[in-house]
């Protein structure tokens, strides 16, 4: 069965201090892998994505995922938050199966940064 | 400027009319996709289309209709069957022979129901 469990439906964080975001997901076949964001009333932008290239993906504005097999998980990591990041963040998990892909998104973690 | 359109941005609707929201690529993409959001939850996969002249329900189908007569267009339209449909709308598009299925999204349309 596949699935996605985002496991903070909040993370707060100060402004300058890292942020996790984590992931844990479920597939029964090879994975695809996306984080994305969404600022209030808006579409959802891709930040990066896994592919079975490099576990270790770098994405836009400083953000980047690992990808743990062994773990099951895809958390999102950033360094430094900037007041800028705060917005939700949906971990989507895709599979090709017969019949075509099929695609399930987390619940999202909303980010909240401090002054 | 290659991406997707949705309009309106708003949409009010009172009981019992049908509404049809709008969605539009210049991608030439193959595959398009309608989802629902509600606070709190991620999105839910109304109806999707891989090729002109065909489409597939979702997962929350019920109280929808769609068409897809050209590859630009994807339009939804919101029956009067659907029980609650105060939601934040949105679509998106993904290059068919994509190996990992990325999906670009429109900005969305937000329907209230009055």
Sequence with gaps: AQSVTQLDSHVSVSEGTPVLLRCNYSSSYSPSLFWYVQHPNKGLQLLLKYTSAATLVKGINGFEAEFKKSETSFHLTKPSAHMSDAAEYFCVVSDLRTGGFKTIFGAGTRLFVKA | ?114
């Design chain 2, 1 to 114: 400027d290659g991406g997707i359109t949705q309009s309106p941005k708003y949409l009010f609707r009172k009981e019992g009319q049908n509404v049809t929201l709008s969605c539009e690529q210049n991608l030439n993409h193959d595959a398009m996709y309608w989802y629902r959001q509600d606070p709190g939850q991620g999105l839910r996969l109304i109806y999707y289309s891989q090729i002109v002249n065909d489409f597939q329900k979702g997962d929350i189908a019920e109280g929808y209709s769609v068409s897809r007569e050209k590859k630009e267009s994807f339009p939804l339209t919101v029956t009067s069957a659907q029980k609650n449909p105060t939601a934040f709308y949105l679509c998106a598009s993904s290059k068919e022979r994509d190996s990992y299925n990325e999906q670009f999204f429109g900005p969305g349309t937000r329907l209230t129901v009055l």
